[in-house]
């Protein structure tokens, strides 16, 4: 004998049909059909009212949302998202509360997530996986212009086949983009025009914080340049990140991602007009755009010009009596103790100080900056990890 297949709407049927028939009433049927009394009087009342269609389930959205978006704040966020269509909840979030100061209330960042997500506006970002942090002791940016960061960000094409190469500059405390400017080659010359301009903008700072490419890094003695040279001499400390590890500068890397999303995708037809589109990022960027690590201001509310002007003329330099002074020859050699040592091309007709520290071993300093070592017994210069500073007496105080 086969099973009789049964739904629960056709028991529902069954059990309104028996009670209607009057040869049980509502008690013994709510026991043979194993419910309670409430809901076979539920079921009848609702066969009363519309016949047996009304015996199915009904949706259980709720019929009044008392804390629902008005239409004319749901407008408001749209309007937002128009103008910065690359902004979030949060960013939005403090927009509101920006242009609406006299609100009682504002909406959760989760609600006008999923409102913006029901409107097609937003999508689901993929979570990466966090790199774990390499023992480096690099500066932790305590003010504006403790730590500034540098970097070439990665060249594209424009519309008309130009090559654009954005020279960015930023703070790191306070997230200010100080500078976004594309140059034809990033070479010495050309990048060291572009820091004279924001130096004479914002002041020195005390570190800046660069990968090891050109022209901020280079093979010679400690990975220093002419323009990290240049750098020391100003009395800014040059601080490089280790190869390979692009997060040791995570801050300056995440900028760049928003700026390729803002101005590179797509790129503009020609290299004016994609300047025109560096400088309007940065203008957002620092004056409109909230930041999160920063509880939501901007970093124009934050950054301060530094109180270390830049100066009209390089600072003499100015070693302890207790180090010899000698000048670096053109192609790169000193002359200690009676031997030629090769030290870096990069210091051709400048001055370092040699601080001998016992029998065998010697220091090499340039400015504030300790170069690296001569090792008496083997006669060769080799750099030093992690040079720290030296005395403020080791260079003049002009303009630092």
């Not at 026991?31 to 015996?55: E, F, M, N, P």
């Amino acid at each position: 004998m086969p099973w009789i297949e049964t739904c629960v709407m056709q028991e529902r049927v069954k059990f309104v049909m028996n009670l209607l028939e009057g040869t049980y009433n509502m008690s013994e049927l709510c026991r043979a059909y194993d419910i309670s009394r409430k809901t076979g009087y539920k079921w009848l009342s609702r066969y009363r009212q519309g016949g047996v269609g009304d015996l199915s389930d009904r949706r259980r959205v709720p019929m009044h949302h008392p804390y629902a978006m008005a239409s004319e704040l749901k407008d408001t966020i749209l309007t937002i998202k128009s103008h910065f269509p690359r902004w979030g909840a949060r960013k939005i979030r403090a927009r509101l509360e920006r242009i609406y100061p006299d609100w009682h209330s504002y909406p959760a960042v989760s609600t006008i997530g999923l409102f913006l997500r029901k409107q097609g506006l937003t999508c689901s970002r993929k979570r990466r996986a966090q790199c774990t942090p390499t023992e480096w002791p690099l500066t932790e940016g305590q003010y504006s212009n403790h730590v500034w960061c540098a970097d070439f960000k990665g060249h594209f094409k424009t519309g008309d086949g130009h090559r654009c190469n954005p020279l960015t500059i930023s703070d790191h405390t306070s997230r200010y983009l100080l500078c976004c400017h594309h140059l034809d080659h990033a070479n010495y010359r050309l990048t060291k025009r572009q820091f004279v301009r924001i130096f004479r903008d914002y002041g020195l700072p005390g570190i800046i914080r660069t990968d090891n490419g050109a022209p901020f890094a280079s093979v010679g003695l400690g990975g220093l340049s002419r323009l990290s040279y240049w750098w020391i001499r100003l009395g800014i400390h040059p601080e490089r990140i280790q190869p390979g590890h692009p997060e040791q500068n995570g801050r300056h890397e995440r900028m760049h991602k928003t700026l390729k999303a803002y101005t590179a995708r797509p790129p503009a037809q020609t290299i004016r007009t994609q300047q025109k589109q560096f400088d309007a990022f940065c203008r957002e960027y620092n004056e409109v755009r909230p930041h999160e690590a920063l509880q939501m201001r901007t970093p124009a509310g934050c950054y301060q010009r530094s109180v270390h002007p830049y100066p009209s003329r390089l600072p003499a330099i100015d070693y302890p009596s207790h180090m010899r002074v000698t000048r670096v020859q053109w192609h790169g050699d000193i002359t200690h103790q009676g031997r030629r040592l090769f030290l870096t091309e990069s210091l051709s007709d400048e001055y370092i100080g040699i601080e001998q520290v016992s029998e065998d071993r010697s220091l090499v300093w340039y400015c504030r900056y300790l170069l690296g070592q001569i090792d008496h017994r083997q006669w060769t210069v080799s750099p030093i990890q992690n040079p720290p500073l030296i005395s403020a007496a080791c260079c003049g105080d002009e303009g630092t």
